[in-house]
């Protein structure tokens, strides 16, 4: 096994940590998915503790502490601004229906607690005072081939908790590693499950792959273990040979900055034109309402009415139909459709980069403009157009008639001309 080196200020929050629960009389290791980190890339990700003490006891032994999970054993322990997570050793009994636990049972020793903890690679704990690795599933073995396996009988640890295969999937695609057999083949004996886990704990599963470089190996993970059905089950339909095969073909090319344009984009690459079907999966997986709203919004956006390249003023006319704030947003939706859509019409790569750079350097050169675009960059008001004895709706639609014209035209943009232009409408 290669050298662990902990880097500052890793380093000393995990001294502190061990140094006093051990003053007294408690064990503590670094476990799960920070050691698998550590040995893989040499870095922690978060910093997750496991010790015999109780968790009344950590809340007295540390000076400063949030109580953030203590009904599953969890506290947090803030130290010169980090926060490390030290949960009491469990041994998880009592599940019910494939969900979290009915209740927690304590445990004595870190062997029990690394058997309730989902696959191997994310069962190894190290002790960073004592430079100690314990191994008491096979993580570094597994870790060494690259394979994910679940810690013990996978139907039984997958009937336990039916959000295990996603994690699965995301945690292997992550890795890089690929799952092992018969874990891939208990994901889908399993199905009905994980059809029943809660889908926040859904919703979070999809939104760590949000940031992840290998979202395609995620989507090939869950299509090759055939629980696409469980996870999304109201466009599982739509996910055919050939719209997943466009959809793996794009994924890992996207320029994703919020799980809106990622939805939206598994959406639109699956063919899935249907907004309200789009709107029941989001409220279906529990979308935040402005995530789910901007994503109706990026499949509908004006921009995909664009035929050809566009041209500055054809791409600004455009533009101007979306909400000032996510012009941006739908600027890299449309870019990636776009792009999608010429590499399925077999355009060459050149085109496409082609299509891309002038888009976006009109995109930056129309921002950087300030060209009127919206009714509020007008040089007039609501008030100066009520002054000219117009009232009632016809003051938005006059309002919206002139902005249409400093669109066009941003000379146009001055006071008494559009004064004039709304006195003879
Ligand atoms: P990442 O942080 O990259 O999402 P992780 O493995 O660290 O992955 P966490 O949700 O942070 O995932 O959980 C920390 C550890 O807790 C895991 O490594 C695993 O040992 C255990 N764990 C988490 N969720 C489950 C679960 N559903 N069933 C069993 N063990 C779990
Ligand atoms: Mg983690």
Same mark, same amino acid.
């Given at each position: 096994?290669?050298?662990?080196?902990?880097?500052?200020?890793?380093?000393?929050?995990?001294?502190?940590?061990?140094?006093?629960?051990?003053?007294?009389?408690?064990?503590?290791?670094?476990?799960?998915?920070?050691?698998?980190?550590?040995?893989?890339?040499?870095?922690?990700?978060?910093?997750?503790?496991?010790?015999?003490?109780?968790?009344?006891? /950590?809340?007295?032994?540390?000076?400063?502490?949030?109580?953030?999970?203590?009904?599953?054993?969890?506290?947090?322990?803030?130290?010169?601004?980090?926060? /490390?997570?030290?949960?009491?050793?469990?041994?998880?009994?009592?599940?019910?229906?494939?969900?979290?636990?009915?209740? /927690?049972?304590?445990?004595?020793?870190?062997?029990?607690?690394?058997?309730?903890?989902?696959?191997?690679?994310?069962?190894?704990?190290?002790?960073?005072?004592?430079?100690?690795?314990?191994?008491?599933?096979?993580?570094?073995?597994?870790?060494?081939?690259?394979?994910?396996?679940?810690?013990?009988?996978?139907?039984?640890?997958?009937?336990?908790? $039916?959000?295990?295969?996603?994690?699965?999937?995301?945690?292997?695609?992550?890795?890089?590693?690929?799952?092992?057999?018969?874990?891939?083949?208990?994901?889908?004996?399993?199905?009905?499950?994980?059809?029943?886990?809660?889908?926040?704990?859904?919703?979070?599963?999809?939104?760590?792959?949000?940031?992840?470089?290998?979202?395609?190996?995620?989507?090939?993970?869950?299509?090759?273990?055939?629980?696409?059905?469980?996870?999304?089950?109201?466009?599982?339909?739509?996910?055919?040979?050939?719209?997943?095969? /466009?959809?793996?073909?794009? #994924?890992?090319?996207?320029?994703?900055?919020?799980?809106?344009?990622?939805?939206?984009? #598994?959406?639109?690459?699956?063919?899935?034109?249907?907004?309200?079907?789009?709107?029941?999966?989001?409220?279906?997986?529990?979308?935040?309402?402005?995530?789910?709203?901007?994503?109706?919004?990026?499949?509908?956006?004006?921009?995909?009415?664009?035929?050809?390249?566009?041209?500055?003023?054809?791409?600004?006319?455009?533009?101007?139909?979306?909400?000032?704030?996510?012009?941006?947003?739908?600027?890299?939706?449309?870019?990636?459709?776009?792009?999608?859509?010429?590499?399925?019409? @077999?355009?060459?790569?050149?085109?496409?980069?082609?299509?891309?750079?002038?888009?976006?350097?009109?995109?930056?050169?129309?921002?950087?403009?300030?060209?009127?675009?919206?009714?509020?960059?007008?040089?007039?008001?609501?008030?100066?157009?009520?002054?000219?004895?117009?009232? $009632?709706?016809?003051?938005?639609?006059?309002?919206?008639?002139?902005?249409?014209?400093?669109?066009?035209?941003?000379?146009?943009?001055?006071?008494?001309?559009?004064?004039?232009? @709304?006195?003879?409408?």
């Amino acid at each position: 096994m290669k050298e662990i080196r902990l880097a500052e200020p890793n380093y000393s929050v995990c001294r502190y940590i061990e140094e006093t629960l051990a003053k007294h009389g408690f064990e503590a290791w670094l476990v799960g998915g920070s050691v698998r980190d550590l040995l893989i890339q040499g870095k922690l990700s978060d910093l997750d503790y496991t010790t015999d003490a109780l968790p009344e006891k /950590v809340q007295k032994i540390f000076p400063r502490t949030v109580p953030v999970g203590i009904k599953f054993g969890t506290i947090l322990v803030l130290y010169k601004g980090q926060k /490390v997570e030290v949960t009491t050793y469990r041994a998880d009994a009592d599940y019910e229906d494939g969900r979290r636990p009915n209740k /927690v049972e304590y445990a004595k020793d870190l062997a029990t607690d690394i058997k309730r903890r989902d696959f191997t690679v994310n069962g190894l704990a190290y002790s960073v005072t004592r430079k100690e690795l314990r191994d008491h599933c096979g993580g570094l073995e597994d870790l060494e081939k690259k394979t994910l396996r679940t810690i013990g009988d996978p139907i039984a640890r997958f009937t336990e908790d $039916g959000l295990r295969p996603i994690r699965g999937c995301r945690i292997a695609a992550k890795l890089g590693f690929s799952v092992e057999d018969n874990t891939r083949k208990a994901m889908l004996a399993c199905v009905s499950v994980t059809a029943k886990v809660a889908p926040e704990r859904f919703y979070d599963e999809w939104r760590k792959t949000l940031r992840m470089k290998q979202k395609r190996a995620f989507w090939q993970n869950l299509l090759e273990a055939g629980i696409i059905g469980a996870f999304l089950p109201d466009i599982a339909v739509a996910f055919d040979k050939e719209h997943s095969a /466009v959809l793996l073909r794009e #994924l890992d090319a996207l320029h994703l900055k919020s799980m809106a344009a990622y939805a939206a984009s #598994l959406f639109y690459l699956l063919g899935v034109r249907d907004k309200e079907t789009a709107r029941r999966t989001m409220l279906d997986t529990k979308f935040p309402t402005a995530e789910l709203k901007l994503a109706l919004a990026l499949l509908e956006t004006p921009l995909l009415k664009i035929q050809d390249q566009p041209d500055r003023q054809t791409l600004k006319h455009h533009l101007a139909e979306v909400t000032r704030r996510d012009r941006g947003s739908h600027m890299r939706f449309f870019l990636d459709m776009g792009s999608a859509t010429m590499r399925t019409k @077999a355009f060459s790569t050149e085109a496409i980069r082609a299509f891309r750079d002038s888009c976006s350097r009109h995109f930056v050169s129309i921002l950087r403009s300030r060209e009127p675009m919206d009714t509020t960059d007008l040089a007039v008001n609501g008030t100066d157009i009520q002054q000219l004895g117009i009232h $009632g709706r016809a003051v938005g639609e006059i309002l919206e008639r002139l902005r249409m014209t400093v669109v066009a035209d941003p000379q146009a943009n001055n006071r008494e001309n559009l004064l004039r232009l @709304a006195a003879t409408n």
